[in-house]
T-cell receptor, first 116, second 117 residues
Framework: EAQVTQNPRYLITVTGKKLTVTCSQNMNHEYMSWYRQDPGLGLRQIYYSMNVEVTDKGDVPEGYKVSRKEKRNFPLILESPSPNQTSLYFC???????????????FGPGTRLTVL | AQKVTQAQTEISVVEKEDVTLDCVYETRDTTYYLFWYKQPPSGELVFLIRRNSFDEQNEISGRYSWNFQKSTSSFNFTITASQVVDSAVYFCALSESLGGATNKLIFGTGTLLAVQP
């Protein structure tokens, strides 16, 4: 089954304790992205990757890191989490966008993170 | 700047009623794509439709239909004969092209649809 998986699905942690949220896709997609969802704000892009070893910042990258060492995996790293990073996080993947940036992104199930 | 507005924060209807979710967008791109996603109470995001800026034909898929009007920068979503299973948050999104550099989606703030039995 074609899918995007994320782990863990739920995580409660404390300020400053490094954590990683994993994301994996089995659709051979080049493009992967992380979004966070907050009430009243919709979803906002954190980081994206056009291909292996190619990553770039989205709209809200502060406090996050990513890496893309393999095509299928795109982990999100919070080196020193803070309470304002409490949110619902989604990983997404798609084929490489064309000139119109059009390709449909398919989302993982989400990771609900609480930072105390 | 690119922007998507979903002015309806919450809508409550009774089963079998028709309901329209509004989406208004702003962009300076001449080529762009619009999307609708559904987020049921379980939390995942489900892709519903993608529409490019050159195709203004309305689309129908079962009880769902979409009305794209470039003249008013709107991409509205109608559910006919709503059912309890339609209860969800619905997001409208616009792709930002930047020459294909980002494939970033600009999301609206979502509309919570509650369908009462």
């Amino acid at each position: 089954e074609a899918q995007v998986t994320q782990n863990p699905r739920y995580l409660i942690t404390v300020t400053g304790k490094k954590l990683t949220v994993t994301c994996s896709q089995n659709m051979n997609h080049e493009y992967m992205s992380w979004y966070r969802q907050d009430p009243g704000l919709g979803l906002r892009q954190i980081y994206y990757s056009m291909n292996v070893e190619v990553t770039d910042k989205g709209d809200v990258p502060e406090g996050y890191k990513v890496s893309r060492k393999e095509k299928r995996n795109f982990p999100l790293i919070l080196e020193s989490p803070s309470p304002n990073q409490t949110s619902l996080y989604f990983c997404a993947s798609s084929l490489l966008p064309g000139l119109a940036g059009s390709d449909t992104q398919y989302f993982g199930p989400g990771t609900r993170l609480t930072v105390l | 700047a690119q922007k998507v507005t979903q002015a309806q924060t919450e809508i409550s209807v009774v089963e079998k009623e028709d309901v329209t979710l509004d989406c208004v967008y702003e962009t300076r791109d001449t080529t762009y794509y619009l999307f609708w996603y559904k987020q049921p109470p379980s939390g995942e995001l489900v892709f519903l439709i993608r529409r490019n800026s050159f195709d203004e034909q309305n689309e129908i898929s079962g009880r769902y239909s979409w009305n794209f009007q470039k003249s008013t920068s709107s991409f509205n979503f109608t559910i006919t004969a709503s059912q309890v299973v339609d209860s969800a948050v619905y997001f409208c999104a616009l792709s930002e092209s930047l020459g294909g550099a980002t494939n970033k989606l600009i999301f609206g703030t979502g509309t919570l649809l509650a369908v009462q039995p």
